[in-house]
């Protein structure tokens, strides 16, 4: 605190003669900042969030700026990044506050340099503004466009099934909840775009979907590369029902050997609807004939499943005289009787009709509102009834069922129908009740003009046996261009439906999620190696279902990358070449390690640095080494193995049991050195080459360690080894292979640390020497698997390692501990390269890599922070409180820290302004290690209550409440009420005359930047009350599927720009407002070509003013 209040200047204050410039912290914003910047006994800040949501004039961004240039003047080689909507409000903000600063105070402004947006300190630090908009810096490829379908998927929203050219944001669309329920959402946002390149297909009795590799696939899925395990390589139900469902991207759901589909869900909403029979009226006398009637809501779904499966309108002399429904008396006696007891439940007097086929109700009133369903190829189920609670909706499906269906398969039925909407309504309702659900068309012959008929098959899911199960062989690969689109909806899933297969699968997440364009620059190149717990892996061949060395304060843990990131690069790459070390990069790519000035390590200055840098960074840093960390300390956590191995007893010998420790000893020699020899094709025993006379202690050595083991079991073969005369243990040598394909166990390589060097030192003693000159240790070996596995387990030890190829034969070179590389900038190149670029996206920002044999740690594709910075930065977020719909980043802060959190300070109170002290609303989640503060009183001296007065004038109720009150409101909340329109209408008489082309008009410009309507209005005075306006025109312009509106148009359809050059030309226009935000580019073409006075109109002062005049 002290340091801001010192060093943190503002205009404000510059003539006060106490403070001369400086800030002043209020007591509440001194004792928030205190705990803000608290930190643990580990000297670990205590939070890594802080949201501080403060009223309007409460200096919040003054505060942002003032931390941000505290943490910069006091952390060395820091990175401080100001992020906003766009790069305006990143720069006009916090960023200008800083500069500001640094202009009114010379002394600490003279050590800090300024270049674009970035703000450089003496030591190293910067402080950068960068836009997060979709296609900024922070956030491109926001649209997330690797999570689409094809164009001729459809998705089921409130107003039936839409493509991608229909689907707009203020449909509702059908959503899954993780709980399971069917739930109606409108989107969030809606990517559709070109699209070229693969696609994944899946072909399948019950599903069909085209969907791009990184679609979301949503089910169960078993077998295939580790995503689940499988049960003795059958499909069992309790196996599949015990799994959980989830999200799979395609590329990796394609692999699996099952995937079992979520094709159902669970209907908990709806509204009873009860049906009012109109009275039946005589003509010409008036005579009411027939009383109106209440009909129940299951009356009412089971009359309307019978009438729309088997009833039609009855017409005599051209009226409506009543209804029928078809139902044999001879061959379904039974669902007759249900008929007949409903009609009479219903209050009608049922007839028999057509020698008992038809049951007949005369009802005029009744017949003319059953006619708007039309004939049998328009019919459809009125929104009243899809709307309803589950049990009445599975009588209606029942009853249809039973008027028009037949049985299908043992746990299924199907439905013919002439009407598509039939057929969709039956298909919503079908989902509703649990029904998995297709469809097919076909032409009925057996009809004039042969009309087309529908067929829908229901299938439960409630009998396991029958699950839908996807084969590995139902997935392929094709090429595909044309439109993909996908919509954003908070539940994460959509009902979607192609070539008569309905399925749920997962939707866009329109965040940002992937950042394919930025990550590009953080890779490395296609001969890296990765390495995984299943050894060294080629990086372009990596996927998430691997798991991954990952680097944690200094050891390696297990995990799966979020993502991984791989594509087709070609540009300059960098590379890091030493003869113990080799990187290849992208520009952008994070390296790890230390930075020096000299190559000695020893006696660093302070400018000497340690941790992440970006590869352009150091090249432009003054740096002339580069010092890689090349090992961990070791393996975090050990896997368990056994504690004996059993060697099952033979004819000659007794049953012995070995501990792993000495097994592990036992295969560090037999992988070097040992073989399994065989008679008559069956294993016979184990020998251990070693001759004596080149080396007669490593031969004694050797022996001492195999007798130690096996006792007796060993005999000495002809001086040049050692043999071991055991059927039972040849048998389990003998899968351990030839020379040439030896691997060490999975097992081995799993084992806790001294169980590991055991096996180390045994290899080194069979198959390996020390290098005098340097101290190292080298092995060889013939197989380049068991060349990877010796590395890996160097590194498990935290002991550095090279794989280097001779011809036939692999060394592996073991470096002394106080090796380390030191890579001069003399071997920092810039090459021309053209291939695959990859990288994977891990918790800790680090994993362990390789290149030409020679492991290192680096940097991966995500802006996460290193494990050197843990503790050591956090995130701050200052704003107060936003609309409910639409800020939902701020919202899901604001549930995290406030209503999730509690109250830190409940017992302290704080003075308010002109009024009574109260607690401040300072919270904690300790669990997210979020604090914040939710401010909603004023507390500074300036914030009086003649101020807000003012204010009150000037905005409206609900804008008032969120600027000043730190209140949530609805967006609906701010605009122009309806009564205040009602109250604008004039009757057509009311209208005075008025000459368009001499009266002086204004045009009003309104626009967004994407999903968001354009507006354009034509106006003018009254010309009798100089203080009324009038509207001549209005018109709007909605974006499509695309979230984009066409500016120009075409001139049977006109855009906003072409629409307003029209107007220009038919009204007198003197002056074109429009908001400079977003329409500045058209705005200055016109104004160039003189076409009108073009006035910008701002959405600040000027917005506010108008505002308060519609009052």
């Not at 914003?29 to 009223?55: C, H, M, P, T």
């Not at 952390?75 to 906003?84: H, K, L, N, Q, R």
């Not at 059958?234 to 692999?255: G, T």
């Amino acid at each position: 605190m002290d340091w801001m209040e010192t060093n943190f200047y503002i205009p404000e204050t510059r003539n006060d003669p106490v403070l001369r410039g400086r800030l002043k912290l209020q007591p509440y914003q001194a004792d928030v900042l205190r705990e803000a910047l608290a930190k643990d006994e580990k000297g670990n800040f205590r939070y890594s969030i802080i949201v501080w949501s403060d009223i309007k004039k409460s200096i919040k961004s003054t505060i942002a700026a003032a931390v941000n240039l505290f943490r910069a003047e006091y952390t060395e080689w820091g990175e401080f990044y100001i992020i906003a909507n766009d790069l305006k409000q990143a720069d006009s903000r916090v960023a200008h506050y800083l500069r500001r600063c640094l202009q009114l105070n010379p002394k600490l402004g003279s050590k800090y340099s300024q270049r674009g947006y970035r703000t450089t300190g003496p030591n190293g630090s910067f402080l950068e503004a960068i836009p997060i908009d979709p296609s900024g810096e922070a956030g491109s490829n926001a649209d997330g466009i690797t999570y689409c379908m094809d164009e001729q998927t459809q998705i089921l929203t409130r107003d039936g099934w839409k493509g991608w050219e229909a689907l707009t944001l203020e449909d509702e669309i059908a959503t899954r909840s993780p709980d399971g329920l069917f739930e109606w959402q409108k989107p969030m946002d809606i990517y559709c775009a070109p699209y070229d390149g693969d696609m994944v297909r899946i072909t399948h009795r019950s599903l069909d979907a085209l969907v791009t590799p990184d679609h979301r696939m949503y089910g169960k899925f078993t077998g295939g590369r580790g995503i689940a395990p499988g049960v003795d390589g059958k499909w069992k139900r309790e196996f599949v029902e015990s799994l959980p469902i989830r999200f799979l991207a395609a590329k990796y759901a394609m692999q699996t050997r099952n995937y079992y589909p979520v094709l159902t869900s669970t209907w908990d909403g709806g509204v009873p609807a009860w049906l009012t029979i109109p009275p039946t009226v005589g003509v010409p006398s008036g005579k009411i004939l027939q009383k109106e009637r209440i009909i129940s809501p299951m009356d009412y779904a089971e009359f309307m499943g019978w009438f729309l499966s088997e009833g039609c309108v009855i017409k005599k002399k051209g009226r409506f005289d009543g209804f029928s429904i078809g139902q044999s008396k001879t061959r379904n006696p039974q669902k007759r009787e249900q008929i007949l007891a409903l009609l009479r439940r219903m209050g009608f007097v049922p007839h028999e009709w057509a020698g008992g086929m038809n049951i007949v109700v005369y009802h005029s009133a009744f017949g003319e509102m059953l006619s708007r369903f039309g004939l049998s190829n328009e019919k459809y189920v009125p929104d009243d009834i899809k709307n309803m609670p589950l049990p009445e909706l599975k009588m209606f499906l029942k009853t249809f069922i039973d008027g028009d269906g037949a049985k299908n398969w043992a746990n299924g039925y199907v439905i013919a129908v002439r009407s598509e909407q039939l057929r969709d309504d039956l298909v919503e309702i079908s989902q509703k009740c649990g029904y998995s659900c297709s469809s097919h068309e076909t032409v009925d012959r057996r009809w004039p003009k042969n009309p087309v008929m529908y067929a829908v098959y229901l299938r439960s899911q409630d009998d396991g046996r029958r699950t839908t199960k996807v084969k590995h062989r139902n997935w392929s690969l094709e090429k595909y261009k044309g439109m993909v689109f996908c919509p954003s909806v908070p539940n994460g899933t959509i009902y979607a439906r192609r070539n008569g297969r309905y399925y749920w699968t997962g939707n866009s997440e329109l965040w940002g999620a992937n950042e394919k364009e930025k990550q590009r620059m953080w890779c490395l190149d296609d001969e890296s190696e990765i390495l995984t717990n299943k050894g060294w892996k080629k990086g372009v061949d990596l996927t998430v279902l691997d798991e991954v060395a990952v680097y944690d304060n200094g050891y390696i843990k297990w995990e799966h990358p979020r993502d991984v990131f791989i594509q087709p690069y070609s540009g300059k790459m960098h590379l890091y070449q030493h003869k113990n070390f080799s990187l290849m990069c992208t520009n952008e790519h994070r390296l790890f390690g230390r930075y020096s000035y000299s190559g000695m390590l020893e006696g660093r200055n302070k400018y000497d640095h340690y941790g992440v840098m970006r590869s352009n960074e150091l090249r432009n840093s003054g740096y002339s080494y580069y010092h890689p960390v090349l090992v961990p300390k070791g393996i975090e956590k050990s896997t368990d193995h056994p504690n004996w191995i059993r060697i099952a007893p033979t004819k000659f010998h007794e049953e012995k049991f070995i501990s792993w420790k000495d097994w592990v000893t036992f295969l560090g020699l037999y992988l070097t050195e040992g073989c399994t020899n065989d008679f008559r094709g069956v294993p016979c025993n184990v020998k251990i080459s070693q001759l004596r006379a080149p080396h007669p202690q490593k031969y004694d050595r050797i022996y001492d360690i195999l007798h130690g083991i096996f006792g007796d079991w060993v005999k000495i073969e002809k001086r040049d080894g050692f043999k071991i005369s055991n059927t039972e243990l040849a048998k389990i040598t003998k899968p351990l292979g030839t020379t040439w394909f030896k691997r060490v166990p999975r097992a081995v390589m799993e084992s806790d640390l001294e169980t590991l060097r055991s096996f180390m030192d045994a290899y080194i003693l069979g198959d390996g020497h020390i290098v005098e000159e340097s101290g190292s240790v080298q092995i060889t070996c013939a197989s380049k698997g068991m060349a990877d596995d010796l590395q890996e387990i160097a590194l498990r030890l935290g002991i550095r390692s090279s794989v280097r190829r001779h011809r036939t034969w692999w060394r592996i070179t073991l470096l002394n501990g106080s090796f380390s590389v030191s890579v001069h900038k003399d071997s920092w190149s810039e090459i021309n390269y053209s291939g695959k670029v990859w990288c994977p996206i891990v918790s800790t920002g680090l994993f362990m890599a390789r290149r030409e044999g020679r492991p290192f740690i680096t940097g991966n594709s995500e802006a996460t922070l290193s494990p050197t910075k843990r503790g050591k930065s956090f995130r701050w977020v200052e704003s107060y409180a936003g609309f409910t719909e639409e800020s939902k980043l701020l919202y899901s802060l604001y549930d995290l820290g406030v209503k999730q959190g509690e109250l830190l300070w409940p017992d302290r109170l704080y003075e308010v302004t002109e009024g009574t002290p109260t607690p401040l609303e300072l919270y904690v989640n300790r669990e997210a290690g979020m604090l914040c503060l939710w401010n909603t009183q004023p507390r500074c001296p300036w914030q009086t209550k003649d101020y807000y007065r003012e204010e009150a004038k000037i905005l409206l109720p609900a804008e008032f409440q969120r600027m000043h009150r730190n209140q949530w409101v609805t967006s609906e909340d701010t605009f122009v009420p309806m009564e205040w329109f009602d109250a604008c209408f004039r009757r057509p008489e009311e209208w005075p005359e008025v000459d368009v082309k001499r009266h002086p008009m204004v045009i009003a410009l309104d626009a967004a930047v994407s999903n968001d309507n354009f507006g354009l209005l034509v106006g003018c005075r009254h010309p009798q009350f100089e203080n009324d306006v009038m509207v001549w025109y209005a018109k709007a312009w909605k974006p499509g599927a695309s979230g984009v509106i066409d500016f120009l148009g075409t001139e049977e359809d006109p855009g906003p720009e072409r629409m307003v050059r029209k107007l220009v030309k038919d009204y007198n226009i003197v002056q074109i407002a429009y908001d400079p935000y977003q329409l500045h580019d058209m705005a200055m073409r016109m104004k160039r070509e003189g076409i009108a006075w073009i006035k910008p109109f701002n959405q600040g002062n000027d917005r506010l003013i108008a505002d308060s005049q519609l009052r």
